[in-house]
């Protein structure tokens, strides 16, 4: 679902940290904006209500300019957790290029992960995308507190599917920059296929992501 314009040379890739409440998925985002450039850098805009910690979107926009001139702009979107809003996470889905489903690791959330993974199977169909070719990171969120599921048994609950699952404390900063970048190589090979962008615009895999996190030696 791509925003794609080849003639003006314009392309808009979205982002979306999809999970249930109180997973960590603002809080992703609050550090990402610390770490990540500033240059290019927009506001990251937060929402906060009584019942749910984001109940809108955070949007955190990027800029990057391929070799044959094309204008690359990421943006990234949380959706709120709480079932109620439902209608608000099916709207900001809409034309996603890529997702990451924070899941919490404390094992009393084990069936809210569930219900909110199963919400976004669904709401991906409804509006018109495919999970199986969506690009797809998982993360498990909350590493730091007692009595989480174990790293083995996330691996051998996950390990058929295929989908990369990463560990993370978001709130210590551990492993979000992590989850940003498997999400934005997934994206990238996905685009390539689609609009080349390699072949017909000189954007290497790595370059796409060294320009979106900073990274260096690339």
């Known amino acids: 679902m791509i925003e794609y314009d080849e003639r003006e040379k314009r392309m808009v890739v979205k982002l979306v940290y999809y999970g249930p409440a109180q997973s960590g998925k603002t809080t992703n985002l609050l550090q990402l904006h610390e770490r990540l450039p500033r240059q290019g850098r927009g506001d990251l805009m937060v929402l906060d209500t009584t019942d749910d910690r984001t109940i809108f979107f955070d949007l955190l926009p990027f800029f990057l300019t391929a070799p044959s001139g094309l204008k690359v702009k990421v943006k990234v979107y949380t959706v709120p957790g709480q079932v109620k809003h439902d209608a608000t996470r099916k709207a900001v889905l ?17 069936a809210n992960n ?94 796409f992501v060294a320009q979106l996190t900073a990274r260096e030696g690339i």
């Open 114 to 207: 569930l219900a909110s993974f199963e919400n976004l199977e669904e709401n991906l169909a409804l509006v018109g995308l495919d999970i199986d070719r969506l690009p797809l990171v998982v993360q498990f969120n909350k590493r730091d507190l007692a009595d989480i599921v174990a790293e083995e048994a996330i691996r051998r609950t996950w390990g058929a599917t295929r989908i990369p699952v990463l560990l993370a404390s978001a709130l210590q900063g551990q492993g979000v920059e992590e989850t940003f970048e498997r999400l934005l190589l997934s994206v990238y090979d996905s685009l390539d296929v689609r609009c080349r962008l390699g072949e017909a615009h000189g954007l290497t895999r790595d370059a």
């Open 94 to 110: 809409q034309r996603a290029d890529g997702v990451v489903f924070v899941a919490d690791s404390q094992k009393r959330e084990a």
